[in-house]
């Protein structure tokens, strides 16, 4: 990902027989030509089979049979405690928690944005070899309101540890990032959901994407000029057309229809062309933003209050402003990621603390989750949490859920200590 906000922009070219879409960004000074956005249909077909063909960036998240069963299991114990664990992974501090957050914890918040979930909230402890002890920084609780929004969201909370575990090293002991290691991540994840059949359309809990707000020609008109009689018209003509026509909307349909993307190699999002009429009357026609949940499934269309092709910025033009935290000073590149720092509070509820000498934590009978899924090992915690003090099992109060018809029975264990065990490892 690109450290400078990239100004975006498409390009449909044609010629006799195809349409092609091109995906450009200005940024650092230069024009690219992006590699992984790219698609070409006959020059008589709508745009939307652009995005119809897409493939899975397009139709959602794709899960295996493994994984939904996986996720079954989740979904029946509540599980909202997760390890990410990496034994190999001592000769460098952030090799495995740089991995896993750009990877593993991201997967698995998406993982979360289903069965009626609108948004998840999450925060993340990691625990840190250091000075023959060990140190556990958590950050403060985040909530995601989309999941388009995981990958950035994940990315300053690990932004703002790695740079509270540098600051306590050095102002704390002679150990240096190099002398330390991480090899557990935790995760705990809150999900929210609404019912959402008796949600109306246009409910706040369908939000829109966080790269999208920032943008003030995304945002929704403060007195919006269709009534909701007209929107229930255009969404149920919107979806009779999308399952019976497959994206073929009649051309008296006098309105324009956007769709999203996300840039798979700058993890932007840009508003695509998905349906344009031409316009017959005085008027403009009316804008709308597709959105979809995680699985691309239809949730809500979005009235835009100006065409897209006007909001779009001139690379040519004056540089973005300089985006800083006025309380705390840092300097940002990106609004968004400034949306999320002030989110955190400037990293006040993140906390330190250390391990004792004495104690060892146990999590028994954890769901084991495949490498192949999220690269390093990954468990979720069926049970309460356990602590050995001097050989004697104590187990500490949990709230936690009644026994479900899924049992995870002999499973294996996460063992957190001051001394060097090999786990996760069979407990019986």
């Not at 690109?2 to 449909?12: H, L, Y």
């Not at 979904?75 to 992974?89: G, K, L, N, P």
């Not at 705390?328 to 250390?354: A, N, Y």
Request: aromatic fraction near 10%; include cysteine; hydrophobic fraction near 35%.
């Amino acid at each position: 990902m690109f450290d400078d906000e990239p100004i975006s922009s498409f390009v449909f070219s044609n010629d006799e027989t195809t349409q092609t879409f091109h995906h450009q960004w200005f940024a650092q000074g230069q024009l690219h030509e992006c590699a992984t956005c790219y698609s070409s249909i006959d020059a008589d077909e709508p745009p939307s089979q652009h995005w119809l063909r897409g493939g899975e960036a397009s139709q959602g998240l794709q899960l295996t049979k493994q994984q939904q069963a996986v996720l079954d299991i989740i979904e029946a114990r509540q599980i909202e405690t997760f390890f990410f664990c990496d034994e190999s992974s001592k000769d460098k501090l952030d090799h495995f928690m740089g991995e896993t957050c750009a990877r593993g914890i991201p997967e698995l918040l998406r993982w979360m944005f289903q069965n009626n979930t609108v948004a998840v909230e999450f925060n993340l402890a990691c625990y840190v070899n250091a000075m023959d002890q060990v140190l556990i920084f958590q950050s403060g609780s985040l909530r995601v309101d989309h999941h388009y929004d995981v990958d950035e969201s994940v990315g300053v909370v690990y932004e703002m540890l790695m740079q509270r575990i540098e600051n306590y090293l050095n102002c704390s002991s002679e150990y240096g990032m190099a002398e330390c290691s991480i090899t557990r991540l935790k995760v705990q994840v809150r999900r929210i959901r609404v019912d959402a059949e008796s949600q109306p359309a246009e409910s706040p809990f369908f939000a829109l994407p966080l790269q999208l707000k920032q943008e003030e020609g995304l945002t929704t008109t403060s007195t919006p000029s269709t009534s909701e009689s007209e929107l229930a018209s255009l969404r149920s003509a919107y979806l009779k057309h999308f399952r019976e026509c497959n994206g073929y909307f009649p051309p008296n349909m006098r309105v324009n229809l956007y769709g999203l993307q996300q840039c798979k190699t700058t993890k932007e999002l840009y508003v695509v062309p998905y349906h344009v009429s031409e316009t017959l009357q005085q008027l403009p026609n009316k804008n709308f933003l597709i959105l979809n949940n995680i699985m691309g499934q239809f949730q809500r269309l979005h009235e835009l209050s100006t065409p897209v092709k006007s909001i779009e910025r001139d690379p040519a033009s004056s540089p973005l402003k300089n985006l800083h935290c006025r309380r705390c000073r840092t300097q940002f590149s990106r609004s968004s990621k400034l949306h999320i720092h002030q989110k955190l509070r400037c990293g006040q509820d993140f906390s330190v603390d250390s391990m004792h000498a004495d104690i060892v934590e146990i999590y028994e009978q954890c769901l084991p989750i495949s490498r192949s899924v999220f690269q390093h090992a990954c468990y979720g915690i069926t049970k309460p949490k356990t602590v050995m003090r001097k050989g004697q099992f104590v187990p500490i109060e949990c709230d936690w859920r009644s026994e479900s018809s899924v049992k995870v029975q002999h499973g294996p264990c996460v063992v957190i200590s001051n001394a060097q065990h090999s786990s996760p490892c069979k407990f019986y």
